[in-house]
């Protein structure tokens, strides 16, 4: 389900992969040092591939950052995971899906996906819940009143963390070590979510059923850098100030709500950055 998710939500299940030159794509960005040394690798990469007969150059067609194929591989990515998924001795990710999905599910496998884990599922918080906890065994999960949304029993093994894409007044999820490597194709969780929601859909899955806050003024860019910043000078954060929040910035946030006294759930409002810009 989750190679499926990719495949839609990368190229809408091979109906645009992509037409731009991917050396020509690589070489610009390479020039331009966006993001670093992150694409003169891809580049490299990308030559080496020509050399060694693994694509030909007019082939090599994908996103404006080299993106190729079905299910949108890096130059790097194609190298360590791309398999034959038809028999026909060879890797196309651009022209067989076969040989794209196969890939996928190498590229997810060599990533640490764990078989017969789920990457998670909506839960229903209890009255009163004590949003302090946050990574449980599944077990104590159901201990603490917690169940899942479609009603079925919690895993017998595994653990979860608590996913609140939305702060305590949305959505409500328990995410495993599966969800994480979704997140090595893709760090965003909006990508991961929306992946892993899609996959679920198309097996059968119902809606996510917690309402999306609405009318919760948003912060802009500049004010989530800014939480990042302050963040960072009172020792909770010590990753990138872009205004992007993951995984290390919602942990962040929850220290900083905790030692506050404020509802610790990870999520970065208003409420988060005027309590920020306090002093104490």
């Known amino acids: 389900s989750i190679v499926l998710g990719v495949w839609g939500m990368e190229t809408n299940y091979g109906s645009f992969t992509g037409g731009m030159p991917v050396i020509q794509s690589l070489a610009t960005l390479a020039y331009t040092r966006y993001r670093g040394e992150f694409f003169r690798n891809e580049l490299l990469v990308a030559l080496e591939m020509i050399e060694r007969g693994y694509a030909d150059p007019a082939a090599m067609r994908g996103s404006w950052a080299g993106a190729m194929g079905h299910t949108q591989f890096m130059p790097s990515s194609f190298i360590q995971h791309a398999v034959d998924g038809d ?7 651009w022209n067989s899906p076969a040989d794209a999905l196969a890939s996928t599910a190498n590229y997810l496998r060599n990533h640490g996906w764990q078989p017969g884990l789920p990457w998670g599922f909506e839960v229903v918080l209890p009255q009163g819940f004590d949003f302090r906890n946050h990574r449980h065994g599944f077990a104590a999960w159901s201990q603490l009143g917690v169940g899942r949304v479609d009603g079925q029993p919690m895993p017998r093994a595994g653990e979860a963390m608590l996913f609140l894409p939305a702060g305590a007044r949305g959505p409500a999820f328990l995410v495993t070590e599966n969800y994480t490597v979704i997140k090595a194709y893709n760090s965003s969780d909006a990508y991961a979510l929306g992946v892993a ?6 097996l059968g899955g119902a809606a996510i059923a917690g309402a999306w806050p609405k009318g919760a003024p948003q912060l802009g860019k500049n004010e989530r850098m800014e939480v990042q910043r302050r963040l960072a000078t009172l020792g909770h954060y010590a990753g990138e100030s872009d205004g992007k929040f993951g995984s290390k910035t919602r942990e962040a946030v929850r220290e900083f709500q905790l030692a506050r006294g404020l509802l610790p759930d990870g999520y970065a409002d208003t409420t988060v950055l005027n309590a920020l810009r306090q002093p104490r």
Do not use: C, N, P, T
Request: no cysteine.
């Open 87 to 93: 028999g026909d001795g060879r890797a196309d990710i």
């Open 197 to 202: 929601h899609l996959g679920d859909r198309i």
